[in-house]
Each structure stands twice: as C-alpha cells, then as structure tokens.
C-alpha cells in the first residue's frame, strides 16, 4: 500500500502563486508515475501534471502548460506543483495519485492511489 498526504492548497488573487506537496509512504518502491489532478464542481477529473518518477519526464495538460510546474524530490519521496500566474478557471480540488504504470500519464483512470486533495481558490 502507498499512503499520500497533501498540503499546501489556499486562497488567492488571479496572477499569484501556490505550491502544492505530496508526501508518499509505504511501498513507495513500487510507484513510477505521480502526479496532479483536480476537479471542479460539476465538472471530471482533469489531469494536470505528471511526472515519471524513474527519470523525471513530465506531463502536463493543455491548460496548465507554461505556467505550472511538476518536480520531485526522490530523497523525501515527495512531489511539488508549483503553480504561477494562476487563473480564477485553475479553481479546484487538487488531488495526488500515484501508479506502477500507466497506459496515459494524465488519465486519471490508471491511478489507484490517491490523496484526500487538497483546495485551490482563485479570486479574479
């Protein structure tokens, strides 16, 4: 089992900052894919960033490209998001997932590990 802790969700005004953490425990060995997702209200669960954890490629989605970015830090088994020029439409529920292996990195269907998620909210 791999247990995932969040942090690092808030509240702020469109064009700041946030940094989002998500600390891995247990059989941390076995996971080669962690990542971002979020979800709105009323809306599905949108990847946002991955990264392959072997050799740091990184995935991002269409809508975050440019201005977030994924990295990890293999030592603390932990994965950042850093997240700039934010948008009152980046608004969500911020969820980790980590996976051994995927068919489609930001695809949230082949995770089975999962954060409680943490919130984002941007004021324009």
């Known amino acids: 089992q791999v247990q995932l802790v969040e942090s690092g969700g808030g509240s702020v005004q469109a064009g700041g900052s946030l940094r989002l953490s998500c600390a891995a425990s247990g059989y941390t060995y076995s996971i080669h894919y962690m990542g971002w997702f979020r979800q709105a209200p009323g809306k599905g669960r949108e990847g946002v960033a991955v990264i392959y954890t072997p050799d740091g490629i990184t995935y991002y989605g269409d809508s975050v490209t440019g201005r977030f970015t994924i990295s990890q830090d293999n030592a603390k088994n932990t994965v950042y998001l850093q997240m700039n020029n934010l948008k009152p439409e980046d608004t969500a529920m911020y969820y980790c997932?980590?996976?051994?292996?995927?068919?489609?990195?930001?695809?949230?269907?082949?995770?089975?590990?999962w954060g409680q998620g943490t919130q984002v909210s941007v004021s324009a």
């Open positions: 997932a980590a996976a051994t292996r995927v068919l489609r990195a930001l695809v949230p269907e082949g995770y089975h590990y």
